[in-house]
Each structure stands twice: as C-alpha cells, then as structure tokens.
C-alpha cells in the first residue's frame, strides 16, 4: 500500500466518482448564492444545472477559498496515520488557495517533523486541473514514489493546455475582465471571446471571434496547433461547460473527428460552482496535453 495521498481542491471539475476510482482525496472550497453557503462538493448540495439556472435568473455569487484551518484539518486525518501528502491546489493566478495550502504545510510540518507534505500550484482551473490530477493518479498507479511524482507534477504542469469561450459577456462584464461598454457592444455584435490560461495560470483573453460557430472553430485549430505530436495526439482530452451540453458535445465530436489517435473518447464534465460563479452560463472550455505554456 501508498504510504502517501494524492490530494487536490474540488476545483478540479470532476465528478466524486472520478476523484474516489482514481483515490484523489478532495477538499471543498465553498460558494454562496443569494446569501445562502454551500459546500462546493461536486455538485452534490447543488447540482450545476440548478446553480447555472439560478446565475441565469439574476441571483448573485460568491465564491471562497479552503481556509488554512480546513487544510490542517484535512490534512491531519492521514498525517496521524502516518501517512505523507501530495497536494495539488488550485492555480494561483486565480486564487489565493495555493498560499494558504502553504502556510497549513508548514504549520503542520512543525508539528509532524517525520512526515512529508508537498503543495503544487497546478497552474491550472476547472477540468484542466482535472485532467493533470488524472495523470498524476495514473503515475502514483504506477508505483511512482512521492518525491518523483512531485517533481514530475513541477516539471510538466505547464503542458496542460487550456482554451476556452463563452457566448455570454455577462459575468466577464461583472467580474471586471470585459468593460461594460466594450460587453454591450460586443453582446450587440455577437462576439465570443477566445481565451486561455498563460504561463502564470491567469485567465487571458486571446482573441475575439464573431459568432459560436468561428470561435468554436478556432478553439478547435488551437488544439491543431498546439496538442502533443498535433494531428497524432494520443492523450486524453477533457471538455468541461456551464449549461451549454450541446455546445460542448459538438466540439467534442470535432475534436474526435479530426484527433482519430486519442486515448478514448472525449470526457464532457459540468463545470463546478466555484469556476462556474465567475464564469456563469455559456462558457465551454477544452483541455489537453501540449505545448508548454511561456506567454
């Protein structure tokens, strides 16, 4: 048996079935609407078609991040079993998890001198996030010790790529990333801003398309450009979306038509109430391995 856990914030959008068949250990982060708390639990105290429906109607959000307290806690339960840690946090050009994660590790290291409690900022966000704590799972399968799973973890976060649109500027405009003059006139003009997640793991505006289907277009010639071996990518892919399924299936279906090499087929994940607060209904975003990440 692993004399360590693999762990990582509800952050990385999958379902609990696919954290508990891959042994992930997960810790909530919490989001509240209209004023009333809730667990970010993978969708369990509030499936994401509801909070989506509920963002759609005008309620308001918002979000929190795992206090040091709760990573102590969380963490303790497997320190006093003797166990180390492998921690995987949300990317710290989007939260300030990753350093609170750091100040509950070496509060804890104090007091269990003997253990081992690695934290990595994954750089990464919504199923992207996923997709890398999916390697990591498959690598520590494997018989990879803490130590050089760590080191891989810091060695290759940076070739997860991250694309993504929205067909809605509302919570773009809302949260400051969009101006509201510029998010009128580009509501009015039907454009749909092409993003992605740099070096730095911010979300950062790449371009901006004219309609669903040229961004979706574009989304998918990133990935032509960009994915591990291209046209011969052989890895996963994950797509992750907030209430717009159809969209999601859709791109999925291009990418399987024009990616015949992929390591099955394409995984659609809702996209969780934390990322789902800040990016409200309509955004779809793409995952895979690839290039690595230097802008």
Not at 78 to 94: P, Q
Not at 166 to 192: A, E, N, P
Not at 209 to 215: D, L, S
């Amino acid at each position: 048996m692993s004399n360590f856990i693999l762990s990582c914030c509800s952050t990385a959008d999958m379902s609990k079935k696919d954290f508990e068949e891959r042994d992930i250990k997960i810790v909530y982060f919490h989001f509240e609407i209209d004023g009333v708390s809730y667990l970010d639990d993978c969708g369990e105290s509030m499936p994401s078609e509801v909070l989506f429906q509920k963002m759609d109607k005008g309620a308001s959000t918002k979000t929190s991040q795992v206090s040091v307290g709760e990573y102590c806690d969380f963490w303790k339960e497997y320190l006093d079993k003797g166990m180390d840690i492998l921690h995987v946090t949300l990317s710290s050009g989007i939260s300030g998890t990753y350093q609170s994660a750091v100040i509950a590790r070496d509060d804890l290291l104090a007091e269990y001198p003997d253990r081992k409690i690695y934290v990595v900022d994954s750089l990464a966000a919504s199923s992207g996030f996923g997709l890398f704590m999916d390697k990591l799972a498959e690598l520590k399968k494997g018989g990879m010790g803490i130590d050089e799973l760590h080191d891989w973890a810091e060695n290759n976060k940076l070739k997860l790529n991250h694309w993504f649109f929205t067909t809605d500027l509302t919570y773009f405009i809302r949260g400051g990333r969009v101006s509201k003059t510029v998010g009128m006139v580009g509501q009015l003009l039907r454009i749909c801003p092409l993003l992605n997640v740099d070096y730095q793991g911010r979300l950062i505006t790449r371009e901006k398309a004219r309609g669903k289907k040229k961004v979706m277009q574009r989304t998918l010639e990133m990935m032509e450009s960009h994915a591990e071996g291209s046209l011969e990518y052989s890895g996963k892919c994950y797509i992750s979306h907030s209430m717009c399924n159809e969209d999601a299936e859709q791109l999925a279906a291009m990418i399987e038509e024009n990616f015949p090499h992929l390591d099955g087929k394409v995984q659609i994940f809702p996209i969780g109430a934390t990322i789902g607060s800040h990016t409200g209904p309509g955004t779809v975003a793409l995952f895979f391995w690839g290039d690595v990440r230097n802008d």
